[in-house]
């Protein structure tokens, strides 16, 4: 059965980066969901973030050329492309005008949900903003955004729901899957179930 995922910057970061406190979550959860074998979408903002981060990757290495340092940076930076490349690209634009004005409506009622006091915080209204439009336009029953972000977005989430069924006037079936408490509550399962 085909699962369908929005993913969050810090979700495929976390997967990516050996050294990143999510990883072993992330990997967990990827192994369990393969890409090639579920839907997995996300939004230009993570497209940014994660070229934005590639970018300080590329910086540090250049700084320890001829090291292992080096090696593991340029790394990680092929595991984002790579990433990248396999997951399907969410374009609200494509999806009709309406769509885009539900879009940026819903940016403005998020912003006072989750707040946008940093250029992080804005792009994690528009990411959230895309997913419940995708979760709208796939016309499936369970939807997911998969996050790393439990201050921001999970905390928040039934305000997040309440909000945007007002903005937008429907009902959508998007549920938040905070990573590392999956993965947590699945290898307890597995050892104690």
Request: glycine fraction near 8%.
């Given at each position: 059965m085909v699962c369908y995922f929005f993913c969050d910057t810090g979700v495929i970061r976390g997967y990516c980066d050996p050294k990143d406190e999510?990883?072993?979550?992330?990997t967990y959860?990827?192994?369990k969901y393969p890409i090639n074998l579920n839907n997995y979408n996300i939004a230009e903002p993570v497209i940014d973030e994660l070229n934005y981060y590639k970018s300080k990757l590329s910086k540090k290495a250049h700084e320890v050329i001829g090291t292992a340092e080096?090696?593991?940076y340029r790394f990680v930076e092929n595991q984002i492309d790579l990433y990248i490349r396999q997951i399907d690209k969410f374009d609200c634009?494509?999806?009709?005008?309406?769509?885009?004005?539900?879009l940026n409506l819903l940016i403005n009622d998020l912003d006072t949900v989750i707040g946008s006091f940093t250029r992080s915080l804005e792009n994690d209204i528009e990411i959230v903003a895309n997913s419940?439009?995708?979760?709208c336009v796939t016309g499936e029953n369970e939807n997911h955004l998969l996050t790393v972000d439990f201050r921001n977005l999970i905390k928040n989430y039934a305000d997040i729901k309440q909000t945007a069924e007002y903005c937008l006037q429907e009902d959508f079936k998007l549920l938040m899957l905070y990573i590392p408490e999956y993965c947590e509550y699945r290898c307890f399962l597995k050892e104690f179930g």
């Open positions: 999510h990883h072993e979550s992330c959860f990827f192994g080096y090696t593991y634009n494509h999806h009709g005008t309406d769509r885009v004005d539900e419940i439009i995708w979760s």
